[in-house]
């Protein structure tokens, strides 16, 4: 069965411009969630989505924003980068929404570096 | 307001040594989730174990195990005779239906097992 995919695996991007995140579930899983991971703020959640639906949504600028298709992968954008954006991205997937009885698998991460 | 605390930040042993990574939570919610996920220089979270409210029995795979007890709010983490491959950081985490489809981390502590 394969795990959740995250690509690209890497990014470099200047302050200004806009980028696209992309992350594929495990096969059956419906729930996706995003987290943003830094040195001085440790894993802080971004946004969550099930059935194509944004469920909940972490305290982020509107410059961070996702959208999950009908296949549940998800993509998440963040535009007119800034330094601070600088992060891995990870994405989790789960077969319903976390806070139910659910496990929770993590992609191996984006990590965007913005200069 | 939910909370994971780590108070560990860096924990280094001998290989073959027996450590525990400590994990105390606070949450008003009768029903929660508690989760451990290890993280090596990959970047990847590596699921290792989910337990419920209601289920206080520990749980023991392999050289791992993990004690809960609701009565002091932890979910501490032992791991028997650390090798060199367990040298990562290790994360904390909890999650309920009344905080929606998130995980509420700890901020990490990074396990070093020198040889």
């Known amino acids: 069965k394969a795990g959740v995919t995250q690509t690209p695996r890497y990014l470099i991007k200047t302050r200004g411009q806009q980028v696209t995140l992309s992350c594929s579930p495990i096969s059956g899983h419906r729930s996706v969630s995003w987290y943003q991971q830094t040195p001085g703020q440790g894993l802080q959640f971004l946004f969550e989505?099930?059935?194509?639906?944004?469920?909940n949504k972490g305290n982020f600028p509107g410059r961070f924003s996702g959208r999950q298709f009908s296949n549940s992968r998800s993509e998440m954008n963040v535009s007119t980068l800034e330094l601070g954006d600088s992060a891995l991205y990870l994405c989790a997937s789960s077969f319903i929404p976390l806070g139910g009885d659910t496990e929770a698998f993590f992609g191996q991460g984006t990590r965007l570096t913005v200069v | 307001a939910q909370k994971v605390t780590q108070a560990q930040t860096e924990i280094s042993v001998v290989e073959k040594e027996d450590v525990t990574l400590d994990c105390v939570y606070e949450t008003r919610d009768t029903t929660y989730y508690l989760f451990w996920y290890k993280q090596p220089p990959s970047g990847e979270l590596v699921f290792l174990i989910r337990?419920?409210?209601?289920?206080?029995q520990n749980e023991i795979s392999g050289r791992y195990s993990w004690n809960f007890q609701k009565s002091t709010s932890s979910f501490n983490f032992t791991i028997t005779a650390s090798q060199v491959v367990d040298s990562a950081v290790y994360f904390c985490a909890l999650s309920s239906y009344n905080q929606g489809g998130k995980l509420i981390f700890g901020q990490g502590t990074e396990l070093s097992v020198k040889p």
């Open positions: 989505y099930f059935s194509e639906t944004q469920r």
């Open positions: 337990r419920n409210s209601f289920d206080e």
